[in-house]
């Protein structure tokens, strides 16, 4: 039998809610409901020290306000920093992870990827030593369902790759993928920033004897001057009270065609048309669409 459809949203509280991930959002919610699946959203809240605070509770208000609402309770990846250690200690026990103390700057005077100084050195734990995974030389391809094929030579992953950082952070890819596999989320819809990162996470699925989910990279929405929407460069924090003609307005950007009547009736009637008539196929294929003209 088929395994039922989990979807999750899964938001860095490094800034509030804006347009750009609230499309993000809108669309694993949409793909997740009209599937009758299940929706989690998990707070990645291990790199402490860009947590703004109040993000988080921004985060969620404004996920309620737009009537994204879901399933079960909110998890917090800071809660769950031991489970994330297990599989580092698994690993360096193993030999299929190691501590490196390579600077940035040694790397990056290498030029390229991380070129495996510390794969055979031994280092012993040390509290200013990163940790990095072995990645064997393998192309991984992988088919996502809006951008098509994706090819990456290991060698452009960027060699061995970080896991535990210097400073002791765990690092995002190791940890999305642990609480990916531990929620059992089957469908991966998110944006094509992270498309680069598919490759790293389904080397982790591998060495973790996981089948890999699906995946769904959304277009990115730039300024119309090209930069990014990122939380970083400040993109204005959704209003509550703006709901209905933004959740309408991120209708029409991931070009689900809705109709004008729509425009002014009240979120949970939008989103029940939006699950109704779904259809990802619509999305734009690209990895950047221009910030909608208002
Ligand atoms: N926490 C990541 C971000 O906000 C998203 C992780 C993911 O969806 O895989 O960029």
């Not at 192309?139 to 790759?161: K, T």
Request: charged share 20%.
């Amino acid at each position: 039998m088929p395994s039922p459809y989990i979807g999750r949203f899964a938001p860095t509280p490094s800034g509030y809610l804006h347009f750009g991930s609230l499309l993000a959002a809108v669309a694993s919610y949409l793909d997740a409901r009209h599937h009758r699946g299940r929706w989690l959203v998990r707070i990645e809240d291990l790199d402490t020290p860009r947590n703004i605070p109040g993000a988080t509770e921004h985060i969620l208000r404004t996920l309620d306000a737009y009537g994204l609402h879901w399933d079960g309770e909110v998890v917090w990846q800071s809660e769950r920093l031991a489970l994330y250690q297990h599989v580092i200690d698994h690993w360096l026990a193993t030999g299929q992870a190691y501590h490196c103390d390579c600077s940035r700057r040694t790397i990056l005077a290498h030029g390229g990827g991380y070129p495996g100084t510390c794969r055979e050195r031994g280092l012993p734990a040390a509290p200013d030593h990163a940790v990095r995974v072995r990645v064997e030389s393998q192309p991984i391809v992988f088919r996502d369902r809006l951008q098509g094929e994706f090819r990456q030579a290991a060698d452009d992953l960027s060699g061995d790759f970080i896991i535990r950082r210097r400073d002791g952070i765990i690092a995002y890819q190791l940890a999305v993928v642990v609480d990916d596999i531990a929620q059992q989320v089957t469908d991966i819809v998110r944006g094509a920033d992270l498309l680069d990162s598919t490759p790293r996470q389904l080397w982790l699925y591998h060495l973790l004897q996981q089948p890999a989910p699906r995946y769904l990279h959304v277009p990115l929405v730039m300024r119309q001057d090209g930069e990014k929407l990122s939380k970083r460069l400040g993109s204005a924090p959704l209003e509550a009270s703006q709901a209905a003609a933004t959740l309408f307005r991120a209708l029409q950007v991931l070009a689900q065609e809705p109709p004008a009547e729509l425009a002014q009736a009240p979120v949970g009637d939008q989103l029940a048309w939006a699950v109704a008539h779904w259809q990802p196929d619509k999305l734009p294929a690209k990895r950047q669409i221009p910030e909608p003209r208002t």
